[in-house]
């Protein structure tokens, strides 16, 4: 056995693939090949230290989007190879563990990477809310004994944006209550908790990873809204929730 070939069977020995005669072949001619024998001591020294690397938890955010890539129907051919790639390498990443920081939302804040793998639950679910409806006086008594607090519960049809109806997330491990609601294709989730700040702040409104976020505190309530609409869209559904509850005070 000559040495390129050699030094191609190293790896599909190490992982088991060879034939039981072509692994006896290729543990004959170590002996006669030091280069292949120094790489398969090697490869051996690096999987095992590998296997030794802490792992620790896989953030939410990385698993939603690996489920969104896996989930994600392409009928395009030649479009598919590139996904199941991209897929694969983040399922390996997961397998790995998660070595030296963040591998997602490095930018970005806790917060943030909460909100993007809560709607991404709610994108990829068979469910998108826990209960559905635009009956805003069905939808809020819901949420009585799920969390400590009755959010304000409005169908916002005449603006645009119709209400789904509601579910509960967790954010920053507290339970917290998630309103659903519609633009013409797209999802809005609109998360909010009493707040212990004084005073009204307006929306800011921000951009990135493709979808809009919409951060304000308005009638004793702290929101945060976050859908694939465009940044001037989501500042008008921020605008018509914030008119909504004052009308109804």
Same mark, same amino acid.
């Given at each position: ?89 983040? &399922? &390996? ?21 909460? &909100? ?46 119709? &209400? ?86």
């Amino acid at each position: 056995m000559d040495c390129p070939t050699c030094e191609a069977m190293v790896e599909p020995y190490l992982d088991g693939e060879l034939p039981a005669g072509e692994s006896v072949h290729f543990e004959a001619a170590l002996d006669a090949c030091p280069e292949c024998k120094a790489k398969l001591v090697h490869l051996r020294s690096l999987r095992v230290q590998i296997r030794e690397l802490p792992t620790a938890r896989t953030p939410d955010l990385l698993r939603a989007r690996i489920e969104r890539e896996l989930r994600v129907d392409t009928p395009a051919p030649r479009v598919w190879p590139r996904r199941t790639a991209l897929a694969a390498s983040l &399922l &390996l990443a997961v397998g790995a563990g998660w070595l030296g920081g963040r591998f997602v939302g490095q930018e970005g804040s806790r917060e943030t990477d909460e &909100l993007i793998a809560g709607y991404l639950r709610i994108g990829l679910g068979d469910r998108p809310v826990d209960v559905a409806s635009s009956d805003s006086h069905t939808v809020k008594p819901w949420f009585a004994g799920r969390i400590d607090y009755a959010p304000p519960v409005y169908d916002l049809t005449s603006a645009g944006f119709p &209400l789904l109806g509601g579910r509960v997330e967790m954010l920053d491990r507290r339970r917290i209550a998630v309103l659903v609601y519609r633009r013409n294709q797209h999802r809005i989730a609109l998360s909010l908790w009493p707040t212990t700040m004084s005073g009204d702040a307006a929306p800011e409104v921000s951009e990135g990873d493709g979808f809009a976020i919409a951060r304000w505190r308005h009638g004793g309530f702290e929101m945060r809204a976050i859908g694939d609409i465009a940044p001037k869209s989501m500042s008008v559904f921020a605008a018509s929730i914030d008119q909504a509850i004052d009308a109804g005070r």
